[in-house]
């Protein structure tokens, strides 16, 4: 099966993991309010595990870095472009923050590691590559810069003292510790058929093989359809920058330093994946337009199911 097959399939495989999910929502099987507990699971529990793994099993290549810097470029590139539409289209203050946020940012880990772990049937070598751009371009770009958008387009009264926690508070957080343990036993060569070794890495593979699911349940749970209408321009421009543009910057800049094919079927499938939750915790905390924020996550979500498979095939 060749890759486009491949995404084409995991995709479909998500889409219905998410409808069953949302049915079961309706129907009152589990509630929106569990949508905390299944991110929970993913961020403290299943994407800790599959990024440990990932990265302590294979050799870490500072090629890899060069793989977050292009996310960051692509990423900072978006921000300006919102920034630069937000004017254009005149729009508030509290709204020019939730598009640039909604615009930015992507799940890259939340949802693309679920897509990439499909796709590549569990392949370390691409898993590992994911990890780097999720946690080194995304995370610690959104922890900080885009704590720092929210902030300056918002009204918050948090003291410089919260603000510098929420911050920080990335750098102790499951997935960078996971992220930082991996790198480092990496670089250690450890005892093989070490019955402990094997037991552990058994046990991580169980709980990372759960990630799918649970991200799935998550999004399904937290799906809404009301409101989009409300902002269907704005929901548009984001779509636009976050689904096409960041990834068509990103695949360009892969182009330019020959880098290999599977690294730029990695960055072009993390660039393409919908706004950060995150985007709209960070706009309710500060002070931006919440509900705007909240409607352009979904709205990027929604068309992310259609854009991702084309944009991928478009571009790769």
Known sequence: MDISNSMIQAVSILIFLISLAFFFKKIKLIKPENGTLFAKLVTNFTLPALIFTAL??????????????????AEILSA????????IMKLSKPATGALILASTFGSSAFLGYAIIKSVYHNDLEALAR????????????????????AIHYGCSTLSYKDKQKTILSFFYSPIFIALSLGLIVSMIELPKHNIL??????????????????VALTIGVLLEFKNLKKAFFIALTACLIKLIFQPFIAAMMVDQLNMQEMWKQIIIIETSMPSATLAAVFAKKYGCDAELTSILVFATFISSLFTMITVFIFLS
Do not use: P
Not at 56 to 73: E, R, V, W
Not at 80 to 87: E, F, M, P, Y
């Open 56 to 73: 302590s099993q294979h050799k870490i290549s500072l090629n890899y870095i060069t793989l977050a810097g292009i996310m960051i470029i």
């Open 80 to 87: 300006l472009s919102a920034w630069c539409l937000a004017r």
């Open 130 to 149: 994911a990890a780097i751009i999720s946690e080194l371009g995304v995370g610690l770009l959104i922890f900080t810069l885009g704590i720092f958008i």
């Open 197 to 214: 070794l094997e037991t552990l890495y058994k046990i991580l593979h169980i709980v990372g093989d759960a990630n799918t699911v649970i």
